[in-house]
């Protein structure tokens, strides 16, 4: 097994190639839970505080006890400290309801794994996209709490079946559109376009996950000589736009260099976005 370090929340290393749940853990029984994944760089958990306030809020959408945010700082520290700073990591924060039948016991821990090849690969060639019909309207999240909009939770094998179903067909990542015709977002990644100088993002009211990386990018973005605008979006607006990036905690600013098979030109301001993503997420604690 690669190299990996796990913590628990009470700041316990454990073995990250031993068994840690339990058969009946709420995670793997429901998907019942939330988690974060951010990106660890020269011995720092980048823009961890914009997680865990991401991780506070999902966690209350689903009605999950409260977790005090300098225990996970606590817990993150001793694993990052592990981890050492001579290479990046994907470090994940996972909080699950814990047992069936147990009470108050929650699951919660810090793993950090080496960073996966396409992740290296989507940075620095870019990744082509496919949209995906992600089956409702733009307007949902607003009468439908239950459906947890705008929560990580642990329940991703639908995002997880779009990878798969993209690279079947040839592409790297998707892209979701609403049943409206609106672009939503990546099964990873916030979608983020280019016109002129203006940088352009689907509004979150759209039942899209807020992306740390995005908005890290969206406070930095007048200091590169951007405007940042949360705005509807649809397909056209992709393909007519001057660039398209997926960006995410760990990918970073990964641009789309060709959506549904047609070619995405690269534009002259790409370096500075890339430039403008990497020191976000640098700064932004
Ligand atoms: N949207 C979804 C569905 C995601 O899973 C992610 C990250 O994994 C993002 C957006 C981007 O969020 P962040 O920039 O916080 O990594």
Redesign the pocket.
Known sequence: MAEQVLVTLDCELLDADEPLLHADDMAALRGDGVFE??LVRRGKALNLE??LA?LAHSAELLDLPETAPSDWRDAVAMAVQRWGDRREGALRLVYSRGRENAGSAITAYVLVSPLNQRVHQARSSGVTVITLERGYASDLKEFAPWLLLGA?TLS?AV?MAAIRYALRNGADDAVFVSSDGYVL??????VMILRGRELLTPPLDYG??P????QAVFAMAEEYGFTATYAPLTVVDLINADGAWL????ALGARITSLNGIRMPEPAAAVEVARLVDRAVEKAD
């Open positions: 994944t951010l914009a997680h991401r990580k991703y995002n977002e990546g099964p990873r990644s916030t899209v996950l992306g740390t990386t995005q960006v995410s905690s760990v």
